[in-house]
């Protein structure tokens, strides 16, 4: 296995997937915000802003949610912004959070807590579901896909948050308070608050806000779901590939962070903090929160690097003792979470690691990843059972069965106790390419190709839909925001999609050209009974 190519094929893809164009390049040259349009001025709770009209939808685009986290506020709880007077020009997108250069161009902008909000015009009358993206890259990449569409089509509000990354937005130490960590999830919750404070300046429905988001996104939603803190900011959710970290084995590209993983305790995290201090220079200073945050940008983001070693601090949630009590797997399975509907699943091939390229690959791979399970797992996923290149596709399905499908059928039994769960499986083998795939590989049904059809033409190089594909992507549409708008998926121009229950354990089976169906074989296709047995907060 090849460390660095795995972490760069996951990478690509998810950054892919979070949005990154060039248009969010911390390194352009700054230039003079366009003009706002006529009749955007808004009066928000910290101040006047303007925005701009598009052809479709009306922007507002940069809008500060909370104060910059700069000096003392770095590792700090989000802050009330101090608001201003006089009409801010909400007409450009404000930078990334910062993050390493990885595919794109990187940013040191600390000055980052942002959202847009996207209006579509002749919406109808009465106020709009809010739909409130948040975006992907492993909680270390990214920044958040342009709505627009998406917004106009579906009739919704988008709203796209940026929020604190990797060593900037989840780093632990004792220095830092008592439950310190997590600052990223704070931050998207404060943007939450925000919306329900102002959105209905923009004709939304404060009470209808629906969160959403791919991988790390998707992660975000069950983080929110888990956290007290998050309580009533919230109506429904959709989380898309939000398992992705695995059941078994060892993960090649992320910290534990995902929907079904046991999380970092605030003990292990204050531990790596601790020795990711001493490694910039300040384990030993007399006031160590002082020297952290004294410590330049990029120094951090190069010290944190990928957050695989052990001097590399967390770069993703944690068990915090206060955002989050307890690992979102574990709220799902005692009931303990914030009780809304939700749309969730995965996709049935996706793998953030590299698969194998040859029988000799494989088997590494497979005793790299599950050690004493290794027997067990060939003996299941025969070499002799799969087509050429059968040393790829084995590897490849191995590592999705026990990464996503199966820990994401995990969840749709736990969620499906307490709360009205649509489950889903994305089945589609040709979705509109993301960047970095590498199409000359059997890739199958990759991570968050759905978020590729909701966000088609955003992704740099995408060729038009074919016929089958624009089938695919109008049911998307009418089904994520048919679900935002009234808490079902079950909306004209989409297929009968019933809940998920313990008496009904159904998932829609997303295939283009309206082949789209309920299926209730998913346990027994991806080796479920088996993988399941190593699932945390069982009993």
């Known amino acids: 296995m090849r460390p660095r190519t795995a972490l760069k094929l996951a990478l690509s893809i998810v950054v892919a997937a979070a949005g990154l164009t060039g248009a969010h390049a911390a390194t352009a040259a700054p230039s003079a915000a366009p003009a706002c349009s006529a009749g955007t001025a808004i009066q928000t709770d910290t101040g006047p802003i303007c925005g701009i009209e598009g052809s479709a939808v009306t922007n507002w685009l940069g809008v500060p949610y909370a104060a910059p986290p700069l000096g003392a506020l770095r590792w700090a709880p989000p802050a009330p912004h101090p608001g201003w007077t006089t009409q801010l020009q909400a007409t450009e997108l404000g930078s990334r959070c910062p993050q390493p250069a990885d595919f794109m161009p990187g940013s040191t902008d600390e000055d980052c807590l942002k959202l847009n909000v996207r209006v579509p015009k002749n919406a109808g009358s009465g106020p709009l579901p809010v739909m409130v993206q948040l975006h992907g890259g492993g909680f270390r990449l990214g920044s958040p896909s342009d709505g627009s569409t998406l917004a106009a089509e579906g009739k919704v509000i988008q709203v796209e948050v940026t929020y604190r990354l990797g060593i900037i937005g989840f780093l632990s130490h004792a220095a830092l308070g008592a439950n310190a960590g997590n600052y990223g999830l704070q931050d998207q919750q404060a943007a939450l608050g925000w919306v329900k404070r102002n959105i209905a300046r923009f004709g939304g429905d404060p009470a209808n806000v629906t969160i959403f988001g791919p991988s790390a996104g998707g992660s975000s939603v069950c983080a929110n779901m888990a956290s007290p803190t998050a309580h009533g900011l919230f109506a429904k959710g959709i989380i898309e590939s939000g398992e992705y970290n695995g059941l078994l084995g060892v993960n090649t590209t992320w910290q534990r962070q995902d929907c079904a993983t046991k999380l970092p305790t605030q003990a292990e995290a204050q531990q790596a903090g601790a020795r990711f201090a001493a490694a910039v220079g300040c384990g030993t200073a007399a006031d160590v929160a002082a020297c952290l945050r004294q410590v330049p940008v990029q120094t951090l983001l190069d010290a944190a690097g990928d957050g695989l070693g052990p001097d590399k601090g ?60 290794a027997p067990e797992v060939l003996k299941r996923y025969k070499l002799a059972r799969f087509p050429d290149p059968a040393p790829y596709i084995a590897s490849r399905t191995v590592l999705a069965d026990a990464s996503s499908v199966c820990p994401a059928l995990l969840n749709d039994r736990r969620l499906g106790e307490h709360v009205p769960v649509y489950a889903y499986r994305f089945d589609d083998t040709n979705a509109p390419p993301l960047p970095f795939i ?13 978020f590729s059809y909701l966000f088609h033409g955003t992704f740099p190089g995408q060729p038009p839909l074919t016929p089958n594909q624009k089938a695919m992507r109008a049911q998307l549409v009418a089904e994520w925001t048919g679900f935002a708008r009234g808490g079902d998926p079950t909306v004209k121009g989409a297929p009968r999609w019933t809940p998920f229950t313990s008496a009904n354990q159904k998932q829609m089976s997303l295939l283009p050209a309206g082949d789209s169906r309920m299926t209730s074989e998913i346990a027994k296709q991806h080796h479920c009974g088996f993988w399941l047995k190593f699932a945390p907060f069982t009993d």
């Open 314 to 373: 967390t770069l993703a949630p944690i068990v915090d003792g206060k955002t989050l009590t307890k690992s979102p797997g574990e709220a799902f399975a005692t009931g303990d979470f914030n009780k809304v509907p939700v749309i969730h699943g995965v996709a049935r091939d996706e793998t953030q690691m590299t698969p194998a390229e040859t029988p000799a690959q494989y088997e590494a791979l497979i005793n790299q990843h599950y050690g004493a399970n």
């Open 438 to 450: 590498d199409n000359s590989k059997p890739v199958g049904a990759f991570h968050v190709g759905e």
